[in-house]
């Protein structure tokens, strides 16, 4: 079957760093996606990985292992706005997005 | 860019009543939009894929004649749940991929939320 494992719940301190895991198994592989999404409002884009490597984006950081079945999302300067969960989600061979539980992100000051 | 639009964001209706819910792409075409329904403290579950043109591709345990979904153009899909129960109340949300080639990513909208009384 097709599994996506990420943390259920990760605190954090203002200002720190903070890294999420996603560790995924599909049928194929056409990217990783993160998304952010505050409490009652819908998902935001954050980041795409088709290659392996870190991408950044501002103080965003995603990285892909196709080989280890393995992502992270990196935060960096975090702030209280940062608190929200956030979804991993695979695209498999057929284009369909595969979805994490999602991690929420609790930032303490 | 990628902006994608819901209305309403909002409803509550009688039991029994039809709900249409709006999705809109306003300022890229896709060939593909999605819709996803979320319960309080779950994860998206994606209820059905519709490609424009064509009739839309529902998951297993999506009842098709309850969830009609229409992508008649572009820019738009429609869900419309029909005769609504307490137990549709969720937060209904649609997602929409640019035209193939230009990236695989969805961009969502906003939701609704949809209690039925």
């Known amino acids: 079957g097709q599994n996506i494992d990420q943390p259920t719940e990760m605190t954090a301190t203002e200002g720190a760093i903070v890294q999420i895991n996603c560790t995924y198994q599909?049928?194929?592989?056409?990217?990783l996606f993160w998304y952010q999404q505050h409490a009652g409002e819908a998902p935001t884009f954050l980041s795409y990985n088709v290659l392996d490597g870190l991408e950044e984006k501002g103080r965003f950081s995603s990285f892909l292992s196709r080989s280890k079945g393995y992502s992270y999302l990196l935060l960096k300067e975090l702030q209280m706005k940062d608190s929200a969960s956030y979804l991993c989600a695979v695209m498999d061979s057929n284009y369909q997005l595969i979805w994490g539980a999602g991690t929420k992100l609790i930032i303490k000051p | 860019g990628a902006v994608v639009s819901q209305h309403p964001s909002w409803v509550i209706c009688k039991s029994g009543t039809s709900v249409k819910i709006e999705c809109r792409s306003l300022d890229f075409q896709a060939t593909t939009m999605f819709w996803y329904r979320q319960f309080p403290k779950q994860s998206l579950m994606l209820m059905a894929t519709?490609?424009?043109?064509?009739?839309?591709?529902?998951e297993q345990g999506v009842e098709k004649d309850k969830f009609l979904i229409n992508h008649a153009s572009l820019t738009l899909s429609t869900l419309t749940v029909t005769s609504a129960h307490p137990e549709d109340s969720s937060f209904y949300i649609c997602?929409?991929?640019?035209?193939?080639?230009?990236?695989?990513?969805?961009?969502f909208g906003p939701g609704t939320r949809l209690l039925v009384l």
């Open positions: 599909t049928s194929g592989f056409n990217g």
């Open positions: 997602s929409a991929r640019p035209l193939a080639g230009e990236s695989e990513t969805q961009y």
């Open positions: 519709s490609n424009e043109g064509s009739k839309a591709t529902y």
